[in-house]
């Protein structure tokens, strides 16, 4: 680390002068709980405890709780100890008064736990052993095993003991659902919920119900005869991974595959209020104590708290929710632009690097960018299969360029007249800018076209494809002028140099510079894992590689090791750009930050 900050007092990784976005709150987690008095959360995930202060979005805490993975968590009800299972299976007791430490402990002898509970009285507890199908209780103080129900062939994933601790409630995937076992004796009482899978359950507050999560919709069911009382249908996706009770009675929570939360009216079964607060599955859902927010985690890697009345965020950090698979910089370098697969589009003022504006790209996920010479419009390539021209001022979109079948994954301005786009389609296809009508549709390479690149005077555009191959074309006729076989797979960016020459980066790990005029290898550069982007300073004359590795290198062309290596990001760097004088360089991951590293002082 260098000692520098970020705008929420993170430290920055070396060279680098800020971060856009943030990864507060995202990660791995198995299980969260809130504390008993609503400000803290607790959080399993990896081989780690973290409590974050929801207040002030910061981690107060992070604690090692195991040399092997953590594979579930229960919570006692005033949320003063946990009981977390590893993939060793043993099972330990924590407090959680402020100074966490392991208060006890027992083995299982069960490797692939999934799921425990605390009995009523808490003096019990309950195991789920997902390779075994197998349900056993324990002594807590002893760690001795009260009984063991096996049911071989059967696939569980979560156990919950019913509402007077003598039954054990099992979900079950796929088929008939859940199983209401005896613990006494181990009879199986009951087999309901007939449906593909059971994601999750939890008992109301009187535990005369039961709530289920399902592979098409969620349930309520009464214990006492195992009557069906209402279907909570309509999610986008239909599965439901999450579920839960509010405070008031009256309701109940849901969380989908489409990454909504919804609160419905309990007795009509109708939609109170549905909101996003994530990408995609909602994994898990807890309600505050005094019922007023709602804890979620989603597959999305995101932890976030959002309003039961609202379906507001309490912290409102400026940041993308998903990965950053585009970045441009302005013609005169006052902001960065980053576009992203959450579908939306974000300005950065590059003065002081704060949140200018964000848009929401009505062509959905955001996977390249371009800005016009004069600075004046701003080109997305989208999920949709169209190009969207917003103006760059003020964020407004102008017009949509349509055609494309398939992800638009690459587009270029060619001069101030025309855009370029490329697509899954295989087709490049070229649009006047003003009006948006389609001039020319280039075609020949086999499969999608992913990298663009168009020179200044744009009298020579460059595409490269899956099918691993360079084709120069000229723009204005949509003549072929060269072609090269350049990479063994994947060609994922292009760049030009001023002397005509092009570089191609690849998903073999190479980034080769090439004399087009005769399909010469001129020089290479081996990154050691997937290129993802490329990007040529003039200025320096160097070559700046990022890929799935997570770094970005600075080549000298010649040299026999990169100048400079950047690492920070925690997933792969998926876009560059740099600042016109040269002096920032900007890197989009999918971890769903920008890093801003600085390129002054580096080794000639």
């Known amino acids: 680390m260098n000692g520098r900050k970020d705008h929420l007092g993170d430290p920055l990784p070396d060279r680098?002068?800020?971060?856009?976005?943030?990864?507060?709150?995202?990660?791995?987690?198995?299980?969260?709980?809130?504390?008993?008095?609503?400000?803290?959360?607790?959080?399993?995930?990896?081989?780690?405890?973290?409590?974050?202060?929801l207040i002030e979005g910061s981690r107060i805490e992070n604690h090692r709780m195991s040399d092997h993975r953590l594979a579930a968590a229960t919570w006692s009800r005033d949320v003063s100890r946990a009981l977390i299972a590893d993939g060793a299976g043993?099972?330990?007791?924590?407090?959680?008064?402020?100074?966490?430490?392991?208060?006890?402990?027992?083995?299982t002898g069960r490797t692939s736990l999934v799921s425990l509970r605390y009995s009523p009285d808490e003096d019990r507890v309950l195991t789920l052993d997902r390779e075994t199908s197998t349900v056993e209780e324990w002594d807590r103080?002893?760690?001795?095993?009260?009984?063991?129900?096996?049911?071989?062939?059967?696939?569980?994933?979560?156990?919950?003991?019913?509402?007077?601790?003598?039954?054990?409630?099992?979900?079950?995937?796929?088929?008939?659902?859940?199983?209401?076992?005896?613990?006494?004796?181990?009879?199986?009482?009951?087999?309901?919920?007939?449906?593909?899978?059971?994601?999750?359950?939890?008992?109301?507050?009187?535990?005369?119900?039961?709530?289920?999560?399902?592979?098409?919709?969620?349930?309520?069911?009464?214990?006492?005869?195992?009557?069906?009382?209402?279907?909570?249908?309509?999610?986008?996706?239909?599965?439901?991974?999450?579920?839960?009770?509010?405070?008031?009675?009256?309701?109940?929570?849901?969380?989908?595959?489409?990454?909504?939360?919804?609160?419905?009216?309990?007795?009509?079964?109708?939609?109170?209020?549905r909101w996003y607060p994530h990408q995609n599955h909602v994994n898990r859902i807890r309600v505050s104590p005094d019922g007023d927010w709602v804890l979620s985690h989603g597959g999305d890697g995101l932890l976030a708290e959002t309003g039961m009345a609202t379906g507001r965020p309490r912290l409102q950090w400026e940041r993308h929710m998903a990965g950053v698979r585009a970045l441009v910089v302005s013609a005169d370098g006052s902001s960065a632009i980053s576009g992203s697969t959450d579908k939306t589009i974000r300005w950065w003022e590059t003065e002081g690097w704060t949140a200018a504006q964000t848009v929401e790209c009505p062509g959905g996920e955001v996977h390249a960018l371009a800005v016009s010479s004069d600075g004046a419009l701003v080109a997305a390539g989208c999920k949709d299969g169209s190009v969207r021209v917003f103006e760059c001022a003020s964020g407004k979109s102008v017009r949509?360029?349509?055609?494309?079948?398939?992800?638009?994954?690459?587009?270029?301005?060619?001069?101030?007249?025309?855009?370029?786009?490329?697509?899954?389609?295989?087709?490049?296809?070229?649009?006047?800018?003003?009006?948006?009508?389609?001039?020319?549709?280039?075609?020949?390479?086999l499969g999608g076209v992913l990298a663009l690149a168009v020179s200044a005077d744009a009298r020579q555009l460059v595409s490269g494809g899956r099918d691993g191959a360079l084709r120069v074309w000229h723009p204005a006729t949509g003549e072929l002028d060269a072609m090269v076989a350049a990479h063994r797979g994947w060609v994922q960016s292009v760049a030009l140099k001023p002397d005509g020459r092009v570089i191609s980066a690849g998903r073999d790990g190479w980034v080769v510079e090439w004399d087009m005029m005769d399909g010469r290898e001129v020089r290479s550069y081996v990154h050691g894992d997937g290129v993802e982007d490329v990007l040529y300073?003039?200025?320096?004359?160097?070559?700046?590689?990022?890929?799935?590795?997570?770094?970005?290198?600075?080549?000298?062309?010649?040299?026999?090791?990169?100048?400079a290596e950047f690492k920070g990001h925690e997933g792969a760097v998926h876009a560059l750009a740099a600042t016109p004088d040269g002096r920032l360089l900007l890197s989009g991951s999918a971890d769903t930050t920008v890093l801003v590293w600085s390129l002054t002082g580096l080794p000639q």
């Open 16 to 53: 680098a002068v800020q971060r856009l976005g943030t990864r507060r709150m995202r990660g791995s987690v198995t299980d969260v709980a809130y504390s008993a008095d609503g400000r803290r959360a607790f959080v399993i995930g990896g081989q780690h405890l973290c409590v974050w202060d």
């Open 90 to 107: 043993v099972v330990r007791e924590w407090r959680l008064d402020g100074n966490t430490r392991e208060s006890g402990r027992f083995e």
């Open 141 to 273: 103080a002893t760690g001795g095993r009260r009984i063991a129900i096996s049911n071989a062939g059967e696939h569980f994933n979560l156990c919950l003991y019913g509402p007077d601790g003598l039954t054990a409630l099992v979900a079950h995937q796929p088929g008939n659902n859940v199983y209401h076992y005896d613990l006494a004796t181990g009879v199986l009482l009951k087999v309901f919920v007939e449906d593909y899978v059971c994601y999750d359950m939890c008992l109301s507050a009187d535990g005369e119900r039961l709530l289920v999560g399902t592979r098409h919709m969620s349930n309520e069911w009464r214990l006492r005869d195992y009557e069906c009382l209402e279907t909570f249908t309509g999610h986008l996706g239909h599965a439901v991974p999450s579920v839960a009770y509010a405070r008031d009675e009256r309701q109940v929570l849901t969380g989908s595959r489409d990454g909504s939360i919804r609160l419905w009216d309990r007795h009509a079964a109708t939609v109170i209020r």
């Open 400 to 445: 949509a360029l349509e055609g494309h079948r398939g992800y638009v994954r690459a587009v270029a301005f060619a001069g101030a007249a025309e855009v370029v786009s490329a697509a899954d389609d295989g087709s490049v296809r070229v649009w006047d800018a003003v009006s948006g009508r389609p001039l020319r549709t280039l075609e020949g390479h």
């Open 537 to 563: 300073l003039s200025d320096a004359g160097s070559i700046c590689l990022a890929g799935q590795d997570g770094r970005v290198a600075v080549w000298q062309p010649g040299h026999a090791a990169p100048e």
